[in-house]
C-alpha cells in the first residue's frame, strides 16, 4: 500500500462529496443543523470530525450515512447523488457501500460474535454459508479471530466494538463512519481500537471518525471541525493521502 | 464535482429464509414473553374451536342417530275434507303406494274403534289403540323385538297380537313367560311379541297390534287404512313424497298428508343454534382479547427495539424488510397460539365427546355423507396476529421512515412514539386512530367471515 512514489498522481476519486449541505429543523426557533458544509472525502482517506456537542456533527453523520436528507444542497457517494435515491436505493447504498460503528456497538445479545458480523451482509442477500465465511474473515481482521462462538454478554467492551468495527467492515464498504467509537471505553482500550482503524485504513479503507475528542483527532491525518454547524477547520497533516509518516513531504521540503 | 443522477445497481434484498430467521428471532429471544402472549389467543382459539366443536359433535350425534333410523322412511295419513271431517284413505292405496318405482316396501295399519285391556273384567283402555296390520310392517318400521316375534302369515289369521313398547308397559307385560293374553272386545288374544321403541313411530310404541285377518274374522272390523308407511330410494325420498298424495287419493290430493317422520328429530338439532351462537360471541371477544394482546405486545416490542430498527436501517433494510420482520413476528405468534389453541379445543371436544358418549366419527359408516361434521370442526380462523400487527408494524413503519429519531447514532430518546420531523416522510403513523380502527374492523370482517364460512 506504501505506494508514496507518487503522490502528484494520486487518484483522487472523491467517495464523497458534499456541496453547500444545510438542515435545518423546524420549531421555536428553527434550528440550523448543518450551515452551508461542504466537503470532499477521497478513497482510502482517514478523516476525524470533530466538534463540541451540539456543533451539528451528528446531523452531519446521519446525512453523509444517508440516514438523513439534507434541506439544501447536494451529496453524492462514489459520484450518486443521494437525493435520486429512493427508500429502497438508499437502503440498497446503506447496505453495501456504507459501513457503521456505533458508540453504543448495537450488537444483538443473543447471537455469536460470528452471526453478529454476518448480520452485515444480511441486507445483500448473500446466503448463510458464505455469509459466515466472510464474517469470520472480517473478525480475524480485528484480531477477534477466536472469539467467534462469544455472545456480547460475554466480551468486554474493547472486543465489542472490535466486533461491531467487523460488522461495518465485512462488505468492504466505501466508507466506514464511526459515531465516537472509544466514547463507550476506557483510554487503553480506545487506544487499540483507534490503532485498528488506523491500521484497517492502511489496508485501504475509506474511514470519518465522528468524535469530540481532540486527542482522538490529532492522531488522525485529517481533521475536520464543527462549530455551529458550520466547517470552521479542514487541517490535513501529512499527504492526503492515509495516515502516512511525514518523512516523504519532509523529502520534498 | 461530477454527479452521475442515475442510481447504480445497487439493491438491498433480503432472503426469504433471512427474513424467516429474522422474523421469528424476536420471539427466540424471549420466550416467557412469547409464551404468555401465544396462551392468550391459544385460549381464544381453544374455547371457539370447543364450542362449534362441541355443537356440532352433538348436532352430528344426533344426525347420525337419525341416520342410522333412516330418512327415507314416509307416513301418509288421512288429512281433513272439504267439511272439515277426517277424509278416508282408500283401501286400495297401500297397493297403488307399492307400485311407485322408487318405493320399496310399503305396510298399512288400520286404526280399529275398539280398546284393549289387561283382562276382560276392565274397561281401561289405557289410551291404547288397536292397529290392524299386515306382517311386513316390522320390516318397513325396521323394527326390534324385546320379546317373542312379530306377526307372520299364520299368526296374522288367528288371535293374537303385538304389543308395542308402552303398550306393553301400560298392559304391565314385560315378558312372554306364562302366556300373556290381552282383551279386545271382550275377546281374548295372546301376546307373541314386544316391540323395542320406535323413535320414529311413536304412535306404534302405544299401539297393540293384530293381523288384518284376525281382525276382519274375530272383530267384524272393516279395513280401511288410518295410515301408511313407506320406505323408498334415500336418492329419490322428495321425488316420491311430492306425488304421493295424488297417488292416494287422485280425486282429492289435498285430503291427504304426506309427512316424514325424521324432519321433526333433524328440526331438534336446529335447536341449540342460538346458544351456540353466544357461546360462539364469547369465544371471538377471547379471540380478540387474544390479538390485542398479540397487538400490545408488538407495540411495546417496536418501541423497545427501535435501537434495533435503527441498526437494520442502517445495515440497509429497507422499510418493508422491517414491516416484514415484525409481521412475520406477530404472524409466528398468532401461529403458534392458533395451533396451541386447535389443539386444546379439539382435545376438549373430544374428551366431552367420549364423555357424553356420542357417537365417534369411526362409529359411522366410512360413506356417511354426514362423517365429516362429526369431527370436531377445526375452524380454520385467520391467525389474528397479521391483523393485530398491522397496528405494531405501522408505529415500526413509521419509525423506519424516520431514520434520524430511530438511528442509534442519534442519541435521543425523547417521546414515548416515534414522531417524524419535517419533509413529510412520517406519513405512515399519521393517524394511530385509523390504524386501531382500520384493524379491528378488518379483523371482525375476517372473523365474521370464518365463522360463516
Partial sequence: MANAEAPATAPSRAVLELTGVSKHYSGSPPVRALDDVTLSVDAGELVAIVGASGSGKSTLLNIIGTLDRPTEGQIAIEQTAVATLSDAGLAGLRSRRIGFVFQQFHLLEAATALDNVATGLIYQGIRRGRRRAMAKEALDRVGLGHRLDHKPPKLSGGERQRVAIARAIVGDPAIVLADEPTGNLDSRTSADIVDLLIRLNRDGSTIIIITHDQELAASLPRRVTLNDGRVVGDDTHGAHLPYQTPEPTGAAL | MTITPLAPKWRSKLLAADALATGTQGLRGRKGRTFMTAIGIAIGIASMVAVIGISSSSKADLIAEIDKLGTNLLQIQPG??????????????????????????????????????????????????????????????????????????????????????????????????????????????????????????????????????????????????????????????????????????????????????????????????????????????????????????????????????????????????????????????????????????????????????????????????????????????????????????????????????????????????????????????????????????????????????
Fill in chain 2, 80 to 453: 281433513n275434507d272439504l267439511a272439515g271431517n277426517t277424509a278416508k284413505l282408500p283401501v286400495e292405496a297401500p297397493a297403488m303406494v307399492r307400485r311407485i318405482g322408487p318405493v320399496e316396501q310399503a305396510s298399512s295399519v288400520s286404526r280399529l274403534n275398539a280398546g284393549v285391556q289387561r283382562n276382560q273384567y276392565t274397561d281401561d283402555s289405557n289410551g291404547l289403540d288397536v292397529y290392524a296390520t299386515e306382517p311386513h310392517l316390522f320390516d318397513t318400521l325396521d323394527g326390534q323385538l324385546d320379546e317373542g316375534r312379530f306377526l307372520d302369515a299364520q299368526t296374522a289369521t288367528v288371535p293374537t297380537v303385538v304389543l308395542g313398547s308402552v303398550a306393553a308397559e301400560r298392559l304391565g307385560i314385560d315378558a312372554l313367560v306364562g302366556g300373556p293374553v290381552v282383551s279386545i272386545a271382550g275377546r281374548r288374544f295372546a301376546v307373541i311379541g314386544i316391540l323395542e321403541a320406535l323413535p320414529l313411530n311413536p304412535d306404534i310404541d302405544r299401539a297393540v297390534l293384530i293381523g288384518n285377518t284376525a281382525a276382519e274374522r274375530y272383530l267384524g272390523a272393516e279395513i280401511v287404512p288410518t295410515a301408511i308407511y313407506l320406505r323408498t330410494n334415500p336418492e329419490l325420498v322428495e321425488d316420491v313424497r311430492r306425488i304421493l298424495a295424488r297417488t292416494v287419493k287422485p280425486a282429492d290430493p289435498n285430503e291427504v298428508m304426506v309427512s316424514r317422520p325424521s324432519d321433526a328429530l333433524e328440526a331438534r338439532a336446529q335447536v341449540d343454534q342460538n346458544l351456540q351462537n353466544l357461546l360462539l360471541g364469547l369465544g371471538a371477544v377471547a379471540l380478540l382479547v387474544g390479538g390485542v394482546g398479540i397487538a400490545n405486545v408488538m407495540i411495546i416490542s417496536v418501541l423497545e427495539r427501535r435501537g434495533e430498527i435503527g441498526l437494520r436501517r442502517a445495515l440497509g433494510a429497507k422499510r418493508t424488510h422491517i414491516a416484514t420482520q415484525f409481521i412475520l413476528e406477530s404472524a409466528s405468534l398468532a401461529t403458534l397460539g392458533g395451533v396451541i389453541g386447535t389443539a386444546l379445543g379439539a382435545t376438549v371436544t373430544v374428551v366431552y365427546a367420549r364423555q357424553q358418549d356420542w357417537l365417534q366419527p369411526e362409529d359411522l359408516p366410512p360413506e356417511s355423507p354426514r362423517r365429516s361434521h362429526s369431527a370436531p370442526s377445526p375452524v380454520s380462523i385467520p391467525p389474528p396476529g397479521p391483523l393485530a400487527s398491522t397496528l405494531p408494524t405501522q408505529y415500526a413503519r413509521a419509525d423506519a421512515t424516520c431514520p434520524r429519531r430511530t438511528c442509534p447514532m442519534s442519541r435521543r430518546q425523547d417521546g414515548l412514539l416515534p414522531r417524524c420531523s419535517g419533509n413529510g416522510r412520517g406519513r405512515a403513523h399519521g393517524s394511530p386512530l385509523a390504524c386501531v380502527i382500520g384493524s379491528t374492523t378488518l379483523f371482525w370482517i375476517r372473523a365474521a367471515m370464518s365463522l360463516y364460512a
